[in-house]
């Protein structure tokens, strides 16, 4: 770069692309969240099993509690009232969400963001630790910045 403010112009675009890439690969877990509740809360035969999906999916957004917000108190009355097949069907959902969004947030996020999986699943768990819940977001955000602050100098070390 040039100047400093050809630097913050590039590192403002990155940063900008990188946070719609973040949204999006979000939106992209959120649906997944509504297909597989979906399929499981109608298998169970749960009323309104479809507008439930919608709701959960919705709050599987909110960092650390997401759809255990809703899932865990669910299956836990459900085992307290005498419900034990349907308490056991929604810890057992509950539990593939987990898994499933462990595996793919990295993933999507990396892809989306445009830094490597690991670095992104780094950068949560180093966020989650530093800043809490919140450090879930900005960890990936903060990423996206340091990967466009290193892109930025390649690039200008490789005019020279």
């Known amino acids: 770069m040039h100047n400093k403010k050809d630097f913050l112009k590039q ?17 992209t877990l ?3 969240t509504f297909i597989i509740l979906g399929i499981g809360l109608t298998s169970m035969k749960i009323p309104y099993s479809i507008l439930i999906s919608v709701g959960i999916s ?35 959902l509950y539990v593939i969400l987990i898994i499933l969004r462990q595996v793919a947030e990295p993933k999507l996020v990396g892809k989306e963001i445009g830094v490597r ?31 466009s602050i290193m892109k930025i ?3 200008s070390d490789n005019r020279r």
């Open 11 to 27: 590192l403002i675009y990155d940063t900008g692309k990188g946070i719609k890439g973040y949204m999006k690969a979000q939106v």
């Open 30 to 32: 959120m649906f997944i």
């Open 58 to 92: 919705i709050l599987d957004i909110i960092p650390v509690l997401g759809s255990g917000i809703v899932m865990i108190p669910w299956a836990i009355i459900n085992f307290l009232m005498g419900n034990k097949d349907i308490g056991t069907d929604l810890a057992t």
């Open 117 to 147: 999986p690991i670095y992104t699943f780094i950068a949560t768990i180093l966020g989650s630790i530093i800043l809490g819940p919140i450090g879930i977001v900005l960890g990936p955000i903060i990423a996206v910045i340091i990967n």
């Open 153 to 155: 100098k390649k690039q």
